[in-house]
C-alpha cells in the first residue's frame, strides 16, 4: 500500500516536470506544444551524449556529474524549444489553430525521425545508472537516489512558481496569458517573453528526460511520445494552464496509475491513464484547480 | 503548380484561390473521371502481385483520407487517432470473420454499428470541448484501442489476426473490388461535401459561433462528421483485413494515423480530388525512394511543418462552389 503510493508520488513527480512545460506554453499562447515530449526524449539523448564523451564517471562522483550534466542539457533543451517556437510556431501565430496543431505534430515527427537518424533506431544504454540500496520506510521500499531525483524536481517546481508568481518575468507572463496585444501596448515585448517561457518549459523537459535516462538506464527515440501523452492528461486532470494544478496533477496521474496497474495489471496501464483523462474531460474540464476557459471569438 | 499564388499568404484554410486555366482543368469532372480510368487501366501496365498489392494498399489509403478528410478538412476537426476506426473495423470483421465463418461481406453490417458505436464513444464527451482538446483525446484513444488489441485473447493479443478469407479468389479482381468500393466511397465523401450537412460543416470550421448563431446545432454537425469519419475509416479497415488476410496491432499505431493526416494536409484539407492525390503520393513514394527509407518520416516531418507554414491550402486546394457565383 505505502508501496503503492511512493511508486505513484515517484512516477508522478516525473510527470509533473514534464507537464509543467505543457502547461506554461499553454497558459500563455493556448498552444498544445505536442513536440513537448520528443524535447524531453532531446534532453535525455543529450544527457546522453555529454555522459558518453565523459568517458567512464567514478561511482562516488555519480551524483555531481549528473547534476553539471542536468544543468547543461537544460540550457541546450531550452535553446532547442526556443528554435522550434522561432521556426515552426511564430510565423503562424495568429494563423487558425488547426494549422499550428498540425505544425506541432509536424515538429514531434521531425524531432523523433532526425533523432533516429542520428542516433540509430536502437534503444541505446546509459552511461550512469542511479541505483543504490533500498531502505525500508513504512513499509516502503525506496532508494537515496529516488529521493535525491524528487529532490530536483521539487527544488525545479518550486523555483518556477516563484519565478511565474513573484517576478517581474512571471508577470509580463502572466500579462501575456491574459491579453497579448495590451501587453505589448503596456511595454512587454511579447515575442521575447513566449521565447523564455518556451526556453524554461523546454528546459524542465529536458531535466526530466535527463533524469528518466539515468534512472531507467534505457533511452529511445520514442520515448518521449508516451510521455507528451501522459503529461497533457496530468495537465487537464490538474488544470490546465494553471501551475500548481498541473504539480497536483501530475502527483495525482501517478497514484491513479500506481494504483490501477496494481488492480488490473502493468498492461492496462496506458489504457487506465487515457481513460482516466477523457472520464476527466467529460466529468471535470477544467480540471481540478483550473479556471472555466471560454473558447475566445 | 504556384499558379495561384497571391501577394500574402491566404492565412485561411481553404481561402480562395484565383481562377486560373490549371486550376480550371483541376476543376474539371473529368479529373475524377480520369483518376478512375488510370486506377482501372494500371493493371494492363503492371499485373505482378507486388505491384497489385501496392496499389490495392493505395486504394485503401485514399478511401482512409477521404474519410479523414470529412473530419479534418470540412469540419476543421483535428483527430490524431484515426487509424483506431481503421483497427476497430479490420478487428470487427476479422473476429467475426474467423469465430463464425462468415464471408467477409456479410461483416460490413456490423462493422457499420460497431464503428458508429466508437465514434459515438469518443465523439460525444470531447466535441463539447475546446478543439485542441480533442486532438490529444483522440491520440489517447488510438492508444486505447491498440493496446486493447494487444492484451485481449480475442483479438489475437499481439500475434493478430490471421487466416482472414478475402473478398475474391484472386489478387486481381480484390484490387477491382477494391477500386470500385473506394471509387464509391471517394464520391460518397465528395457529395456529402457538397450536401447540406457539408456546408454546414465548413461553417463549423469557419466559424463556430458564427455558425451556432445562425442555427446550425454545432455539436451535432460535428458528431456528424466524426462518425461519418469513423464509417468510412472502419469500411477501410473491412479491406485492410481482406486484403492482407492477417491482421496485428503493429498496424495500427499513430505512425499510420499520423501519415492519413499526412496525405490530407499534403494533399488539401477539404479538396477531395487533393486529398486522394496525397494519399497516392504518401504510399507509393516510399516504393520509389527505397534507399532513403531511413529519412521518410523525418521528411514527412518537415513537409508538414513546410506545407502549414507556406501553402496551408495544399497541393490541391478546394475551392467552395459558393464562392464561383
Not at chain 1, 505513484?8 to 499553454?26: D, I, P, Q, R
Not at chain 1, 514531434?108 to 533516429?116: K, L, P, T, V
Not at chain 1, 503529461?231 to 497536483?248: D, E, K, Q, R
Not at chain 2, 479529373?31 to 505482378?48: D, H, R, T, W, Y
Amino acid at each position: 500500500m505505502t508501496q503503492l503510493v511512493w511508486n505513484g508520488l515517484f512516477v508522478g513527480s516525473f510527470y509533473a516536470l514534464v507537464a509543467l512545460g505543457y502547461s506554461m506554453v499553454y497558459g500563455i499562447i493556448k498552444l498544445l506544444n505536442f513536440a513537448h515530449g520528443d524535447l524531453y526524449m532531446l534532453g535525455a539523448f543529450s544527457g546522453f551524449a555529454v555522459l558518453s564523451a565523459l568517458g567512464g564517471v567514478a561511482t562516488a562522483m555519480t551524483l555531481p556529474v549528473l547534476l553539471a550534466v542536468l544543468l547543461m542539457t537544460m540550457v541546450s533543451t531550452g535553446l532547442a524549444g526556443v528554435v522550434l517556437e522561432r521556426v515552426a510556431y511564430r510565423p503562424l501565430r495568429g494563423a487558425p489553430r488547426l494549422s499550428l496543431l498540425i505544425t506541432a505534430v509536424g515538429a514531434s515527427f521531425a524531432i523523433e525521425y532526425g533523432m533516429r537518424i542520428v542516433a540509430g533506431p536502437d534503444p541505446q544504454v546509459y552511461p550512469v545508472r542511479l541505483s543504490g540500496t533500498a531502505i525500508e520506510v513504512f513499509g516502503a521500499w525506496f532508494t537515496l537516489q529516488q529521493l535525491v531525483l524528487i529532490g530536483v524536481a521539487v527544488v525545479l517546481m518550486v523555483g518556477l512558481n516563484l519565478l511565474v508568481t513573484r517576478t517581474r518575468e512571471g508577470r509580463a507572463m502572466r500579462a501575456i496569458a491574459l491579453d497579448p496585444r495590451t501587453s505589448s501596448l503596456m511595454g512587454i515585448d511579447v515575442n521575447a517573453v513566449i521565447s523564455r517561457t518556451f526556453f524554461i518549459g523546454s528546459a524542465l523537459a529536458g531535466a526530466a528526460g535527463v533524469m528518466a535516462g539515468a534512472y531507467y538506464g534505457k533511452i529511445d527515440f520514442l520515448m518521449g511520445f508516451l510521455i507528451g501523452l501522459k503529461a497533457f492528461t496530468a495537465a487537464v486532470i490538474g488544470g490546465i494552464g494553471n501551475i500548481s494544478g498541473t504539480m497536483l496533477g501530475g502527483l495525482v496521474l501517478g497514484l491513479l496509475e500506481s494504483f490501477g496497474t496494481y488492480w488490473l495489471g502493468g498492461e492496462w496501464r496506458d489504457v487506465f491513464a487515457f481513460g482516466v483523462l477523457i472520464l476527466f474531460l467529460t466529468v471535470r474540464p477544467t480540471g481540478l484547480l483550473g479556471e472555466r476557459v471560454t473558447e475566445r471569438v | 503548380m504556384n499558379e495561384t499564388k497571391a501577394p500574402e499568404a491566404p492565412r485561411k484554410l481553404g481561402a480562395k484561390a484565383p481562377r486560373t486555366r490549371l486550376s480550371k482543368l483541376f476543376d474539371n469532372r473529368w479529373a475524377g473521371l480520369a483518376g478512375l480510368l488510370i486506377a482501372l487501366l494500371a493493371p494492363f501496365v503492371n499485373a505482378s502481385n507486388y505491384a497489385l498489392s501496392i496499389m490495392t494498399s493505395a486504394a485503401i489509403f485514399a478511401m482512409l483520407a477521404s474519410g479523414l478528410n470529412i473530419v479534418v478538412g470540412y469540419t476543421g476537426l483535428l483527430d490524431l487517432g484515426y487509424a483506431a476506426f481503421f483497427a476497430v473495423g479490420a478487428y470487427t470483421s476479422g473476429v467475426l470473420a474467423t469465430r463464425f465463418d462468415l464471408p467477409l461481406l456479410v461483416t460490413v453490417p456490423a462493422v457499420i454499428v460497431v464503428t458508429v458505436i466508437a465514434g459515438i464513444i469518443i465523439g460525444a464527451p470531447t466535441l463539447r470541448l475546446r478543439s485542441d482538446y480533442l486532438a490529444i483525446v483522440t491520440l489517447g484513444f488510438g492508444e486505447i484501442i491498440r493496446i486493447t488489441a494487444n492484451n485481449l485473447p480475442v483479438t489475437g493479443g499481439p500475434s493478430g489476426i490471421y487466416g482472414i478469407p478475402s473478398l475474391t479468389d484472386s489478387p486481381v479482381t480484390f484490387y477491382y473490388v477494391t477500386v470500385v468500393i473506394v471509387a464509391v466511397a471517394i464520391i460518397g465523401a465528395s457529395r456529402l461535401g457538397r450536401s447540406r450537412l457539408g456546408r454546414a460543416m465548413r461553417f463549423v470550421r469557419e466559424d463556430e459561433d458564427a455558425a451556432e448563431a445562425t442555427g446550425v446545432h454545432t455539436y451535432r454537425v460535428k458528431l456528424a462528421a466524426y462518425i461519418a469519419g469513423a464509417v468510412w475509416g472502419g469500411l477501410a479497415g473491412v479491406l485492410f483485413a481482406g486484403h492482407l488476410s492477417a491482421i496485428s496491432p503493429n498496424s495500427f499505431t499513430f505512425l499510420q494515423s499520423a501519415l492519413v493526416l499526412m496525405a490530407v494536409v499534403l494533399g488539401g484539407m477539404g479538396s477531395v480530388p487533393g486529398v486522394v492525390l496525397g494519399a497516392i503520393v504518401i504510399s507509393l513514394l516510399p516504393e520509389l525512394l527505397r534507399g532513403v527509407a531511413d529519412y521518410r518520416y523525418f521528411v514527412f516531418g518537415v513537409l508538414l511543418i513546410i506545407v502549414m507554414l507556406v501553402r496551408p491550402q495544399g497541393l490541391w486546394p478546394a475551392r467552395s462552389k459558393e464562392a464561383l457565383k
